[in-house]
């Protein structure tokens, strides 16, 4: 039982280049999120999944999007990096969107550099 | 507009003693709360959930409280070990009907031998 795993570890993007950040999980739970933590801001919300098939924004989704190609994976696209777009990003999962009181199992993140 | 604030000053404490971290919201009305620890270069990890019908939680050598009224929780360490030294996450519940959270900046404990 791995939890939640996210590829790549690290990555160093140019400015205008695109790339996907991978999470899995195997805990066969409905919801699944991606953060991005930056220094001084704490973790921000950029997009989450409910359920498969279906996604909603969070409250910094410009620059990015996402698929949730099944129930086990959900991706982040960033189409052309930028430099405000440096990073550590933690893929994260629960139980279920409705019931209000299911704890979050966080990936162990992404650190992006974009020179 | 909503804001979480957590002590951005690093908490040293002496081992043994009780390290008690404050998280206080604004425009927030949170049905419950939840606190996760993070180490360096990992992700969070959830420790303790409390409801808002709830005063008080405890799991073995953590307690955490929360104040509706107040719009505060405090979340307590006793007994604190250098084990414990970390950064402390609060998250509130975002809206009714999903399980978004809002973080906090966190606090980091310092616990020295």
């Known amino acids: 039982n791995a939890g939640v795993t996210q590829t790549p570890k690290f990555q160093v993007l140019k400015t205008g280049q695109s790339m996907t950040l991978q999470c899995a999980q195997d805990m066969n739970h409905n919801s699944m999120y991606w953060y991005r933590q930056d220094p001084g801001m704490g973790l921000r919300l950029i997009y989450y999944s409910a359920s498969e098939g279906t996604t909603d924004k969070g409250e910094v989704p410009n620059g990015y999007n996402v698929s949730r190609l099944n129930k086990r994976e959900f991706s982040l696209r960033l189409e052309s990096a930028a430099p405000s777009q440096t990073s550590v990003y933690f893929c994260?999962?629960?139980?279920?969107?409705?019931?209000?009181?299911?704890?979050?199992?966080f990936g162990p993140g992404t650190r992006l550099t974009v020179t | 507009s909503q804001k979480i604030e957590q002590n951005s000053e690093a908490l040293n404490i002496q081992e043994g003693k009780t390290a008690t971290l404050t998280c206080n919201y604004t425009?927030?009305?949170?049905?419950?709360l939840q606190w996760y620890r993070q180490d360096p270069g990992r992700g969070p990890v959830f420790l303790l959930l409390i409801r808002e019908n709830e005063k008080e939680k405890r799991k073995e050598r953590l307690k955490v409280t929360f104040d509706t009224t107040l719009k505060q929780s405090l979340f307590h360490i006793t007994a604190s070990q250098p084990a414990d030294s970390a950064t402390y996450l609060c998250?509130?519940?975002?809206?009714?009907?999903?399980?978004?959270?809002?973080f906090g900046k966190g606090n980091q404990v310092v616990v020295i031998p």
């Open positions: 998250a509130l519940a975002v809206s009714y009907g999903n399980n978004r959270l809002a």
């Open positions: 994260a999962s629960s139980e279920d969107t409705t019931d209000l009181s299911y704890e979050q199992y």
């Open positions: 425009n927030y009305s949170p049905a419950y």
